[in-house]
């Protein structure tokens, strides 16, 4: 195996036994001796293909023997198999059919970068967020019940899943029901504590064992008669498995739980499956994995290696040129700002559900230890959370990504808004965020967020600006959200001095003697100011979709003949539909267009190229003005 990310192969492995696999069905022929070869050029085949293509990388390395074991021993797609987050996905992908598609994967035409429904029936169900897979899980078994069908169905759970609170409401309800459902937890030492020593190993093969399954299902139905003997035996029996086990929450749930084994040893995984399989109720194996395993520096760096870019073959001739200077990524504008401001005021508190790394706030985490919370991913929890700090004085800021602040909409509005709680919200991802695809799209943040009174809402259009509207919002006294792209802005320089901006106040950044005035919010302001020098257009840097710049939209309808909206979000509902409210109750006869993405989920591709596809380059924002131009020239009367 490769040691270090440059020896990361860039020519296919030689793997004849898992060029035979085309389907489970096929793997299912094997002799099981065949399965740990077959394990090595799987994980060989997955470094090569991810490293031509980019995507995730440790989880998917740290799941190779359980996804061999899993679809060796069950009869998918007719048994169910849920994966839980999508990062894992990748060895279950190439052994469904899509190795040389994998080649492709996160990129336009080919497969998803998470499960998903529409791509093969061996993705029983749709991916991105995280914690889904119980409920969904169990929704699957109990519907087959209903229907008459028998099969097993699995969830596969991990990478700091397990510390949503829909899985535990999930496993409540899983006990309630008594379905049988198998969810196997992949602890791969991101999220639950580790069960250490040889004894627990020892016991966790006893629990697995068809012998004490036998004699334990046995003594029920002896000692049924019997309710004191029969306590007396259950009580002993959970003595003994919490000696050497912190997880009898689980069995307290009313799980049979075994484990932990190693996730890594194919004859353990499938002696153990291969008993569970054909157990009734509801089961939980827990397996330890490491993520990245394989690979040396994914293994010392889990969270480093979580996703890799595409690896470019060195040239022949090492040719040296400057590198071209690069701005900073919105995440970073946003995590500097949060270390400047803590510096200046303690009251500031840094929230985040599970996503340190992802929103800039390692620094800040290392600087402020005491005022920083990871609630891990419980983003309703950590919604609340910060309203509740609100109420003591603090300054609480949340760091979430746009798509994730969807779980928490009723927190939102009942525990923040509407109490008017001073909560500053820091909108990561918003807009297209291009390889992830549909499940983490920033497109509806501004459609569910101007609708909640109290809450202010700002979109700034380069890194100087988004640090400052970061500021206002802070000030402000109520729920505020500033919203942001992914990756990096279009360079504006950074005045470090904070300085509050009037909300509600845009700023024109060219007056145009054209017919159109294109207002536009947030990341769209560079293409808007591209465009408008070709149609001599007016450009308006509106800053706030919340509230919106009433006396600025009313300027320019008296301007120009043509109002055009522009936004990287939905038109339904977005900035353009705020702006097509005022002119409306304004009784105003100016034409509106809403430039912004269309009615349907976009999925995963580069971020400019969807955003060309959909016209918001500045070519197609050209495009689409002097169509909309001509039409309203044809549409005026004709003078004799």
Same mark, same amino acid.
């Given at each position: 195996?490769? @040691?270090?990310?440059?020896?990361?192969?860039?020519?296919?492995p030689?793997t004849?036994?898992?060029?035979?696999?085309?389907?489970?069905?096929?793997?299912?022929?094997?002799p099981?001796a065949?399965?740990?070869?077959l394990?090595?050029e799987?994980?060989? $085949?997955?470094l090569?293909?991810?490293?031509?293509?980019?995507?995730?990388?440790?989880?998917?390395?740290g799941?190779?023997?359980?996804?061999?074991a899993?679809?060796?021993?069950?009869?998918?797609?007719?048994?169910?198999?849920?994966?839980?987050?999508?990062?894992?996905?990748? /060895?279950?992908?190439?052994?469904?059919?899509?190795r040389?598609?994998?080649?492709?994967?996160?990129?336009?035409?080919?497969?998803?970068?998470?499960?998903?429904?529409?791509e093969?029936?061996?993705?029983?169900?749709?991916?991105?967020?995280?914690?889904?897979?119980?409920?969904?899980?169990?929704?699957?078994?109990?519907?087959?019940?209903?229907?008459?069908?028998?099969?097993?169905t699995?969830?596969?759970?991990?990478d700091?899943a397990?510390?949503?609170?829909?899985?535990?409401?999930?496993?409540?309800?899983?006990?309630?029901?008594?379905?049988?459902?198998?969810v196997?937890?992949?602890?791969?030492?991101?999220s639950?504590? =580790?069960?250490v020593?040889?004894?627990?190993?020892?016991?966790?093969?006893?629990?697995?064992s068809?012998? $004490?399954?036998a004699?334990?299902?046995g003594?029920?139905?002896?000692?049924?008669?019997?309710?004191? *003997?029969?306590?007396?035996?259950?009580?002993?029996?959970?003595?003994?498995?919490?000696?050497?086990?912190p997880?009898?929450?689980?069995?307290?749930?009313g799980?049979n $739980?075994?484990? /932990?084994?190693d996730?890594?040893?194919l004859?353990?995984?499938?002696?153990?499956?291969?008993?569970?399989?054909?157990?009734?109720?509801?089961?939980?194996?827990?397996?330890?994995?490491? @993520?990245?395993k394989?690979f040396? /520096?994914?293994?010392?760096?889990?969270?480093?290696?979580?996703?890799?870019n595409k690896?470019?073959p @060195?040239p022949?001739?090492?040719?040296?040129?400057?590198?071209?200077?690069?701005?900073?990524?919105?995440?970073?504008?946003?995590?500097?700002?949060?270390?400047?401001?803590?510096?200046?005021?303690?009251?500031?508190?840094?929230?985040?559900?599970?996503?340190?790394?992802?929103?800039?706030?390692?620094?800040?985490?290392?600087?402020?230890p005491?005022?920083? =919370?990871?609630?891990a991913i419980?983003?309703? =929890?950590?919604?609340?959370?910060?309203?509740?700090?609100?109420?003591?004085?603090?300054?609480?800021?949340?760091a979430?990504?746009?798509?994730?602040?969807?779980?928490? $909409?009723?927190?939102?509005?009942?525990?923040?808004?509407?109490?008017?709680?001073?909560v500053?919200?820091?909108?990561?991802?918003?807009?297209?965020?291009?390889?992830?695809?549909?499940?983490?799209?920033?497109?509806?943040?501004?459609?569910?967020?101007?609708?909640?009174?109290?809450?202010?809402?700002?979109?700034?259009?380069?890194?100087?600006?988004?640090?400052?509207?970061?500021?206002? *919002?802070?000030?402000?006294?109520?729920?505020? *959200?500033?919203?942001?792209?992914?990756g990096?802005?279009?360079?504006?320089?950074i005045?470090?001095?904070?300085?509050?901006?009037?909300?509600?106040?845009?700023?024109?950044?060219?007056?145009?003697?054209? /017919?159109?005035?294109?207002?536009?919010f947030?990341?769209?302001?560079?293409?808007?100011?591209?465009?408008?020098? @070709?149609?001599?257009?007016?450009?308006?840097?509106?800053?706030?979709?919340?509230?919106?710049?009433?006396e600025?939209?009313?300027?320019?309808?008296a301007?120009?003949?043509?109002?055009?909206?522009?936004?990287?979000?939905?038109?339904?509902?977005?900035?353009?539909?705020?702006?097509?409210?005022?002119?409306l109750?304004?009784?105003?006869?100016?034409?509106?267009?809403?430039?912004?993405?269309?009615?349907?989920?976009?999925?995963?591709?580069?971020?400019?190229?969807?955003?060309?596809? =959909?016209?918001l380059?500045a070519?197609?924002?050209?495009?689409?003005?002097?169509e909309?131009?001509?039409?309203?020239?044809?549409?005026?009367?004709?003078r004799?």
């Amino acid at each position: 195996m490769p @040691k270090t990310f440059t020896d990361i192969p860039l020519t296919r492995p030689n793997t004849p036994l898992l060029d035979r696999i085309a389907a489970p069905a096929d793997l299912r022929q094997l002799p099981e001796a065949q399965l740990e070869r077959l394990a090595d050029e799987l994980r060989a $085949y997955l470094l090569y293909a991810v490293g031509r293509s980019g995507g995730h990388f440790g989880a998917g390395l740290g799941v190779v023997e359980l996804t061999l074991a899993l679809h060796y021993l069950f009869e998918t797609p007719h048994d169910r198999l849920v994966w839980d987050v999508g990062h894992q996905c990748y /060895p279950h992908k190439i052994l469904t059919g899509r190795r040389d598609d994998l080649l492709k994967v996160r990129q336009q035409g080919g497969p998803s970068g998470f499960p998903k429904r529409g791509e093969s029936e061996y993705d029983t169900f749709g991916v991105g967020h995280s914690s889904t897979s119980i409920s969904a899980a169990l929704g699957m078994a109990l519907g087959a019940e209903n229907a008459g069908e028998k099969r097993r169905t699995v969830a596969v759970i991990g990478d700091g899943a397990m510390t949503a609170g829909q899985a535990f409401e999930a496993l409540s309800h899983a006990a309630h029901t008594r379905a049988n459902l198998l969810v196997v937890l992949n602890d791969n030492t991101m999220s639950i504590g =580790h069960n250490v020593g040889g004894l627990a190993n020892y016991f966790a093969r006893i629990w697995a064992s068809k012998t $004490y399954i036998a004699l334990r299902e046995g003594g029920k139905k002896v000692l049924s008669a019997m309710p004191a *003997a029969w306590d007396f035996v259950r009580r002993t029996e959970e003595s003994m498995k919490n000696m050497v086990s912190p997880d009898m929450l689980f069995e307290a749930i009313g799980f049979n $739980y075994i484990g /932990p084994i190693d996730g890594h040893d194919l004859d353990e995984l499938t002696a153990t499956l291969a008993t569970m399989r054909d157990l009734e109720g509801p089961q939980l194996l827990h397996v330890y994995t490491t @993520k990245g395993k394989g690979f040396g /520096p994914a293994e010392a760096d889990p969270v480093g290696y979580h996703a890799i870019n595409k690896i470019e073959p @060195k040239p022949k001739v090492q040719v040296a040129k400057p590198a071209a200077p690069k701005g900073p990524k919105y995440q970073q504008v946003f995590g500097d700002w949060l270390c400047d401001l803590a510096e200046k005021d303690e009251r500031l508190i840094g929230i985040t559900p599970a996503m340190c790394e992802g929103s800039g706030m390692v620094d800040f985490a290392r600087r402020f230890p005491d005022r920083y =919370h990871d609630v891990a991913i419980c983003e309703q =929890h950590a919604v609340t959370l910060a309203g509740g700090m609100a109420c003591e004085g603090r300054k609480p800021v949340v760091a979430i990504y746009s798509t994730f602040l969807q779980r928490a $909409y009723d927190q939102l509005i009942h525990d923040v808004a509407l109490q008017n709680l001073d909560v500053t919200f820091g909108l990561d991802r918003a807009g297209l965020v291009g390889e992830d695809g549909a499940t983490h799209g920033g497109v509806f943040d501004l459609a569910y967020l101007r609708t909640v009174p109290n809450m202010i809402v700002a979109a700034p259009s380069d890194e100087n600006e988004c640090r400052q509207l970061l500021y206002t *919002a802070w000030l402000h006294e109520g729920p505020a *959200a500033v919203r942001y792209p992914r990756g990096t802005g279009p360079g504006a320089a950074i005045q470090y001095a904070m300085t509050a901006l009037p909300v509600g106040e845009s700023r024109t950044l060219r007056q145009g003697k054209g /017919p159109a005035a294109l207002l536009a919010f947030g990341a769209l302001v560079p293409a808007a100011r591209e465009a408008a020098e @070709k149609l001599d257009a007016t450009v308006i840097d509106m800053r706030w979709v919340k509230p919106l710049d009433r006396e600025a939209v009313l300027d320019a309808a008296a301007r120009h003949s043509l109002l055009v909206t522009l936004e990287d979000h939905q038109r339904m509902g977005g900035a353009g539909s705020a702006v097509n409210e005022l002119v409306l109750d304004e009784g105003l006869a100016v034409p509106v267009l809403n430039l912004g993405l269309p009615d349907h989920f976009i999925h995963h591709g580069k971020r400019d190229e969807l955003l060309a596809q =959909h016209g918001l380059d500045a070519a197609g924002i050209e495009a689409s003005v002097r169509e909309r131009l001509k039409r309203l020239e044809s549409a005026l009367p004709h003078r004799a």
